[in-house]
């Protein structure tokens, strides 16, 4: 049986490098962490390179959206850093996202499998409709996105919990779901305008969620980890 624990990404959303290693050092239990942009435009490759030492897995989430050179040539940079996942903006198109995986593939290593961003969660409905122009619903938003990824050759995709039992079901168990916009019901709703409690996401096919503040910001973070695994665990 699979350890919940695996399931479960905790992001390191810090400014500096001293402070990801003392936050690091407070959950040594957390085995895989997200790295976004501004910790690594404010450290490179140190923090990762510090994950490494530690043997944790890393999900890097620079969510690249440039035109299909720059993205495979980013791409091939990071192969050197040996980590597990990549976000791509599936917006950044079909040529960006094939580029991507042909550096991955070229590598010979396996990682990192990509995933490509369909909506950001902090993106609601009425905000896809009126501000992005967007015409169409966002869940078939979401669901156009992450067939045009897994058309690419991506991994996966990053998605709200709410599209994620519709992705599973037509892009199929192998394509990995990456759910941010989890909470617990005990815990503040935040920025993330699209959520769900992690049980009920894994319920849902979310193969990994990404959750942070109500573990990272609790006056006793290993006790909302725990408290977190427990739920998952016993649904």
Not at 60 to 72: A, G, S
Not at 142 to 150: D, E, F, G, Y
Request: some cysteine.
């Amino acid at each position: 049986m699979e350890n919940p624990a695996d399931k479960i990404i905790v992001p390191l959303d810090v400014p500096d490098v001293e402070s990801a290693i003392a936050l690091i050092h407070k959950l040594p239990e957390v085995s895989f962490w997200k790295v976004g942009l501004e910790l690594f435009v404010a450290t490179g490759g140190e923090v990762l390179n510090f994950l490494k030492g530690e043997g944790k897995k890393i999900f890097l989430d620079l969510k690249f959206h440039d035109i299909p050179n720059t993205v495979k040539n980013a791409t091939k940079s990071v192969l050197k850093y040996d980590v597990d996942l990549l976000t791509i903006h599936a917006t950044a198109g079909r040529d960006a996202l094939q580029g991507a995986k042909q550096v991955v593939l070229e590598g010979g290593q396996g990682r990192p499998k990509l995933l490509a961003i369909t909506v950001l969660t902090s993106i609601n409905p009425r905000q896809l409709a009126f501000d992005l122009k967007v015409p169409i619903e966002l869940p078939e938003y979401a669901l156009n996105n992450a067939l045009l990824a897994k058309e690419s050759g991506m991994d996966g995709a990053v998605c709200s919990p709410q599209e994620v039992a519709k992705l599973k079901e037509v892009c199929g168990d192998d394509f990995i779901l990456v759910c941010p916009g989890v909470r617990p019901e005990w815990a503040t709703k935040g920025d993330q305008q699209r959520v769900m409690t992690p049980a009920k996401a894994i319920a849902s096919g979310a193969d990994y969620l990404v959750i942070g503040r109500p573990i990272t910001q609790a006056e006793k973070p290993s006790l909302a980890w725990a408290k977190i695994i427990q739920e998952i665990s016993v649904n």
